[in-house]
């Protein structure tokens, strides 16, 4: 076994040490640059769809040049870019703090926007195109935050150009957190739970009147009241389906069309 002496030992420290200054440095080549080169360069990555690499320099630009538009305009495409890169979590982090520095800049009402389809897009990701699941049958929070963060822009910039947009999408949420309810309500009518498959049917009458799905819900209603042998409440569900829904598919049998509903929104 070697032996080292208190001098040697000192010799290679020393050697060590000095080997340290013969590593290059890195060099920050961005070292020199204004803002206006900054946003340039990172904007550049972003139509290369170079999320990663724009959201640098975004974030070197606000550290640099933390006033003026061209950080707020960075903190808008770090949100941005983290949506485009399927990070939902960073994006509505990085909305929300703009809108806690920026309540009243002309842009908060896209960041609520972007916020909101942050949310809505959130459980979709790089195989939405690919699967037929239906988005009533995923966890109904994401579809409630997206809705109540659409409701906000709406009551709050009414007259955006994002408004429109965001009410069809509320009323899209609406229909998609109602037929969550039927979900449920068709898994415990199969399962022989028909006082809970008729809660939450009655559910989705009472509370999403509107919705596409109450058709489904009121046969619900009419099957598990059935099921129970409770004729005068099974005659009273149908006769308010048959009112609304006179030539409902479910009376020959259910839809015809295998499409998920959402796709044909």
């Not at 900054?38 to 550049?44: G, I």
């Not at 979900?183 to 989705?204: C, L, P, S």
């Amino acid at each position: 076994m070697a032996r080292f002496t208190l001098g040697s030992l000192a010799v290679i420290g020393a050697l060590l040490l000095g080997g340290c200054g013969l590593l290059p440095e890195q060099v920050d080549e961005t070292a020199g640059w204004n803002a206006q080169k900054l946003y340039s360069e990172a904007k550049n990555y972003m139509a290369e769809g170079s999320y990663e690499q724009a959201i640098k320099l975004f974030e070197k630009l606000e550290a640099r040049f933390p006033y003026g538009r061209y950080a707020q305009q960075a903190q808008i495409e770090v949100a941005y870019a983290h949506y485009k890169s399927y990070e939902p979590a960073l994006a509505i982090a990085a909305a929300d703090r703009f809108i806690k520095l920026h309540p009243n800049h002309p842009n908060t009402d896209y960041m609520y926007y972007l916020k909101g389809l942050a949310t809505f897009n959130e459980d979709l990701g790089l195989l939405a195109g690919l699967s037929n699941q239906d988005l009533s049958e995923r966890d109904p929070k994401a579809a409630q935050e997206s809705f109540d963060t659409f409701g906000q822009l709406v009551s709050r910039f009414p007259n955006s150009k994002y408004a429109d947009d965001s009410r069809q999408r509320m009323q899209y949420l609406v229909n998609s957190l109602a037929q969550h309810e039927v979900h449920v309500a068709r898994y415990y009518y199969k399962r022989g739970a028909y006082v809970a498959a008729i809660n939450r049917a009655q559910a989705v009458v009472k509370t999403y009147p509107n919705a596409p799905a109450n058709e489904e819900a009121l046969f619900m209603l009419v099957k598990s009241y059935d099921s129970l042998g409770m004729k005068d409440l099974r005659d009273d569900a149908d006769r308010v389906m048959r009112k609304n829904f006179p030539n409902s598919v479910y009376y020959a049998g259910g839809p015809k069309d295998t499409r998920p509903w959402w796709q044909l929104w």
